[in-house]
């Protein structure tokens, strides 16, 4: 994907509201781009507008962070101790019931990660913008767990990106600018996403506040 500054424009209209959802650029594929071991994209995201509306802005983007997947954690633990059996018994580095421990305790280890890290979805704002707390994962995609594919084929198609972001952190607002006053006021993030910059969720933002200017510059 080539690198460049894309902004999605000063549509009209005040506040918040529902409006034709865009389409955004894909790359051209079978079906969603969600790789075992993603490239990472850096992308610089800028919201400026009034400063109440960036300010209401800045409040419902953040969140935790954190996608609440429902994990099935028998069936993770089967797929572990079925792993650790599947080199031949001469060859096997693991016993039987060594096999059905480590299973166990990975199992409890995800466990007490994933489920400390879904308590905080509602509570946490530690990251400055996150996708869930803008484009919700339905709770009948999430009880799918990450790994299904129609979970992925969620994400591909409200996303634009199959993993969390990573890395957010808010940034120093841009030097002023010859814009009106009204316009003046900016909030400005970076993040690094999975394979393709989240342009499906970005242009369902930018439909949904209107009254602001969105101005995305992936690097690559």
């Known amino acids: 994907m080539a690198g460049g500054e894309s902004a999605f424009g000063l549509p009209a209209g005040t506040g918040r509201r529902r409006a034709p959802r865009a389409t955004p650029p894909l790359p051209a594929a079978a079906g969603p781009l969600a790789l075992p071991q993603p490239d990472w994209v ?8 009034p400063a109440d509306l ?13 996608i609440p997947w429902v994990h099935d954690y028998d069936r993770m633990e089967e797929d572990w101790f079925h792993l650790f059996l599947t080199a031949p018994a001469e060859e096997r580095p693991i016993s039987l019931a060594g096999a059905r421990i480590l299973a166990r305790q990975l199992r409890e280890a995800v466990w007490a990660q994933h489920e400390d890290a879904v308590s905080m979805v509602g509570v946490s704002r530690a990251c400055p913008f996150d996708l869930h707390s803008l484009v919700p994962v339905p709770f009948e995609i999430l009880r799918l ?27 120093p607002p841009a030097a002023p600018s010859p814009a009106p006053d009204a316009d003046r006021h900016g909030f400005r993030v970076r993040f690094w996403s999975a394979d393709w910059t989240p342009w499906q969720a970005l242009a369902r933002v ?8 969105f101005t995305v510059c992936p690097i690559v």
């Open 42 to 49: 850096q992308t610089t995201l800028s919201v400026t507008g």
């Open 54 to 66: 960036v300010a209401a802005f800045r409040a419902a983007a953040a969140g935790a962070g954190v």
């Open 145 to 171: 767990g990450d790994d299904d594919p129609d979970a992925i084929a969620w994400l591909w198609e409200n996303w634009g990106t199959t993993w969390p972001l990573r890395r957010v952190e808010e940034l």
């Open 206 to 213: 930018q439909a949904e506040w209107p009254a602001l200017r």
